[in-house]
């Protein structure tokens, strides 16, 4: 894939038409692949990154859980409001021209996705063109899958990302970003979905036909499968609350610790009654997102598909009848063989033939004219499907609510944020190293915490193994007693493919991406640095950092600039393993980066590591220096100027110490 063009209009700081020419192009007889975007802080440099992701993707750009009201107020958000006029723009469009090779022909694409205000709602719309020719007979849906088909979303996360996602793989020590990018270059998020429906079909399967003693048993373990469940949740919750508690108090530390060696600073010491309500609105958001993430563990994902609910209920109704009709036909041919059997005593041969004759044909019209049962079910079992439609559709409707209280808490959290920000400041700092010694103990007290919440979560993780264990014994118990042994049977051979299809893609994937970390990681890092590997657990993905010696490094053994070497080895290799030629994507990646550690970047990463590389920097990370080392494999570059007056951004060609006016 190569990005030929970007066309922004109305599009968030970018008023008006912007248009962005994003071809690498040779200079001297050597292929430029860089394209350098330079901009001071709110210049609209992440609006770029958005604008790419959205044209694309839609409302999944946003992440997984965005509900679409929530995509809708962040279209309304996205279009540009200018400064000191009562009436702006009433929609927004991003235009990409991009080619792509399918099945070794290149084609080249043309996607506009534009949205316009429509009351309080909004109306989107996509565009796609191949070659020049607009693609035909798609609706929004199609056109958005034809789109996640030609660049899936999970791939373009290892080759479109910013520096918050290189500073989250750098700082976690938990390992649980890394393993999720893995997950997803190998699609075992899907793979696990997949493999926890068919346990959840397994069990309903076998609850059919148990014993009332089987049936009290697996109630009792699942009882307690789901206390256990909802005690592993909770945990959950607690050591993330911690986590990011542990994030704003090391966040915390770091000002105060500058504050000290600046010789004091100022704070406000009269804001209890703002913090209350800010903590408040917090703890109120957090316990509607947690009723949320009931809804959507429960049937309300149902609601998703409603037309094909009303399709399938009707198709029951219409089966059931069907059954019900097959039934009397069957009596009916009782009837009439035992009223031939009475007649042919007292009829002559040749009566008796007509009467059997009239018989077989009226038998023959009536079964005839009965539909063909798709789905055979009990009343039961069609009741049960009915209700967990019904329940899908008044859960969507609680959800509503609940989204419409979290997006007016949003707000008021705004207004609060700005409250606090203009409150006047009480007094001094009358006790810096006293502070700077709170915020250590407290930090302290938050790791305890979280490792002994962690202890308690593996306990509980063991006792809930040990409990479905039993229960999928329970269950396999009654399989072999009851008629859907043979559904049982495709459930636990499908299970079984499974687990041999994540053992052996995991074990190759795996082995490719240590490689290529290897060669990344010495590619980047300074001499003195380490020399670092990495060791992949393919079954629980557990990531081990090793040195030359094999001896396993913590993440806090690294120095600052080592952990983001690390993470952008990381990013290079999974993308590489990836096996697409994609282009590479990168916000602001040098802010935490020493200048040796800079320079590897700008001769060792930037120049190879994808046939196009877009970067957007501000001017202290590509400073003047680095600019001219990294200019020979600058193909083009453009600087954002913002206009605080307008509250819009113009481009011009060149970076910030030469420009002139984009054509």
Not at 307 to 323: H, K, M, N, P, T
Request: charged letters at 30%; hydrophobic letters at 40%.
């Amino acid at each position: 894939m190569l990005i030929k063009s970007l066309k922004l209009n109305d599009y968030r700081v970018y008023a008006g038409e912007n248009f962005f020419d994003l071809t690498p192009r040779a200079r001297y007889g050597e292929m430029r692949p860089i394209v350098l975007f330079g901009g001071l802080n709110g210049a609209g440099k992440t609006s770029l990154l958005s604008g790419v992701r959205l044209v694309l993707y839609g409302r999944a750009a946003l992440g997984d859980a965005v509900s679409l009201k929530r995509y809708d107020q962040y279209l309304l958000e996205s279009i540009h409001r200018p400064r000191g006029r009562a009436i702006g723009p009433k929609g927004a469009s991003i235009e990409m021209v991009f080619s792509y090779a399918k099945l070794g022909e290149e084609s080249e694409f043309r996607v506009l996705r534009s949205w316009e205000k429509a009351g309080a709602s909004v109306k989107e719309f996509i565009e796609i063109w191949e070659n020049g020719t607009e693609v035909q007979g798609l609706n929004y849906d199609q056109a958005q899958g034809f789109l996640n088909e030609l660049i899936p979303i999970g791939v373009s996360e290892l080759f479109f990302f910013d520096g918050e996602k290189i500073a989250k793989l750098a700082d976690e020590t938990g390992g649980s970003a890394l393993e999720y990018s893995i997950k997803k270059l190998l699609g075992l998020d899907v793979v696990e979905r997949l493999s926890g429906d068919l346990t959840v079909l397994n069990r309903n399967v076998a609850k059919l036909a148990l014993s009332s003693d089987v049936t009290d048993q697996i109630k009792g373990m699942e009882s307690k499968l789901d206390v256990l469940r909802s005690g592993a949740a909770s945990l959950r919750t607690k050591i993330e609350s911690f986590r990011e508690e542990r994030a704003a108090v090391l966040a915390d530390l770091s000002a105060m610790e500058k504050v000290v060696a600046d010789r004091g600073g100022h704070f406000s010491m009269s804001r209890k009654g703002l913090e209350e309500r800010l903590s408040g609105l917090n703890e109120e958001k957090q316990q509607i997102e947690r009723q949320i993430m009931e809804f959507l563990a429960d049937s309300a994902p149902l609601s998703l598909c409603a037309e094909f609910a009303e399709r399938v209920v009707s198709q029951i109704d219409a089966d059931l009848q069907g059954q019900s009709g097959a039934a009397a036909v069957e009596a009916l041919k009782a009837q009439a063989d035992a009223i031939q059997k009475r007649l042919k005593k007292s009829l002559s041969p040749d009566a008796f033939s007509l009467v059997q004759a009239e018989f077989s044909n009226s038998i023959k019209k009536l079964s005839s004219g009965q539909a063909q049962v798709v789905h055979d079910l009990t009343f039961t079992q069609a009741g049960s499907i009915r209700a967990s439609f019904s329940q899908a559709s008044a859960q969507s409707r609680l959800m509503a609510d609940l989204f419409a209280r979290v997006s007016a808490i949003e707000d008021e959290l705004d207004d609060l944020g700005v409250s606090l920000a203009r409150a006047p400041d009480d007094a001094l700092v009358r006790a810096d190293f006293e502070s700077l010694q709170a915020l250590q103990r407290k930090l302290g007290g938050l790791d305890n915490a979280i490792e002994t919440l962690k202890e308690e979560g593996r306990i509980l993780a063991q006792d809930a193994v040990d409990v479905a264990r039993k229960l999928d014994k329970l269950y396999a118990e009654a399989g072999k007693s009851i008629d859907q042994g043979r559904v049982l049977g495709y459930i636990e051979r499908t299970s079984a493919f499974v687990e041999d299809f994540v053992s052996v893609t995991a074990k190759k994937k795996v082995s490719d991406l240590e490689e290529q970390f290897s060669h990344c990681f010495a590619r980047l890092a300074r001499k003195d640095d380490l020399h670092l590997r990495v060791r992949i657990d393919p079954e629980s993905f557990h990531v081990s950092l090793l040195d030359d010696d094999g001896r396993v490094l913590g993440k806090d053994e690294l120095s600052a600039g080592e952990r983001q070497i690390f993470a952008i080895s990381i990013l290079e290799a999974l993308a590489k393993t990836a096996g697409r030629h994609l282009p590479m994507i990168i916000d602001t990646p040098l802010g935490r980066l020493d200048s040796k550690h800079r320079s590897k970047l700008i001769s060792n990463y930037f120049p190879v590591a994808s046939h196009q590389m877009i970067i957007l920097s501000t001017d202290t990370e590509v400073d003047e220096e680095f600019y001219a080392q990294l200019s020979p494999n600058v193909a083009r570059a453009y600087q954002l100027d913002y206009n605080p007056k307008t509250g819009s951004t113009s481009a011009v060609e060149g970076y910030f110490w030469q420009s002139r006016k984009a054509g």
